[in-house]
């Protein structure tokens, strides 16, 4: 069975803090979702994150096929990273690595996804769909974010000395 993988990074025009506060709480995962998915979460959100944290929700998705995903929360380092794993989905693997860490007018959030799809060499098959699936999702989730908190602006002053920089090493 391939091992797929899959990164997507994002700035926020936030504070690390309310960047962990936010991206922790699992009931944020509804608004971070396409509504297609009809992802509804069912149990595991009545505590911050922790180590060993269970989490399920219903999702959708293909057309007419619902669900359940069970994740597990299995590393935590407080305003750093989070890793949740699949224990039960729609994936035959699901890791993702959540990292976030301050730059200069907010924070950089950064995931690392690593995935197994099921059902053998017809699951290889729809490999090019589910990669799809992917971006499409977290172009939401990044169209969503900026809704919510603002698109993040690059200080110029940075990006001019980086250049500046850049064209003394030449």
């Known amino acids: 069975m391939k091992l797929y993988s899959f990164s ?3 700035k926020l025009p936030i504070s690390l803090e309310e960047a962990w506060e936010f991206l922790t709480d699992a009931n944020n995962l509804k608004l971070l979702t396409p509504s297609e998915l009809n992802m509804q979460v069912q149990y595991g959100t009545e505590r911050g994150m922790y180590p060993g944290q269970l989490i399920e ?3 959708t998705p293909l057309p007419f096929y619902k669900t ?3 994740t597990h929360i299995t590393q935590v380092e407080e305003k750093k990273f989070f890793v949740d794993e699949q224990m039960y989905g729609p994936y035959a693997t699901w890791h993702h690595k959540h990292f976030i860490s301050e730059v200069d007018g907010g924070t950089l959030m950064e995931d690392l996804i690593h995935y197994r799809l099921p ?3 017809i699951g290889k098959l729809g490999a090019p769909f ?3 699936k992917l971006e499409e999702i977290f172009r939401f989730r990044e169209s969503a974010l900026i809704k919510h908190f603002g698109a993040f602006e690059e200080n110029h002053n940075n990006v001019q000395e980086s250049e500046i920089k850049q064209k003394n090493t030449f």
Request: proline fraction near 0%; aromatic fraction near 20%; hydrophobic fraction near 45%.
């Open 119 to 121: 059902f053998g060499a």
């Open 57 to 59: 929700y219903s999702v």
């Open 130 to 132: 589910v990669r799809k």
């Open 8 to 10: 997507a990074q994002q």
């Open 68 to 70: 359940n995903w069970v």
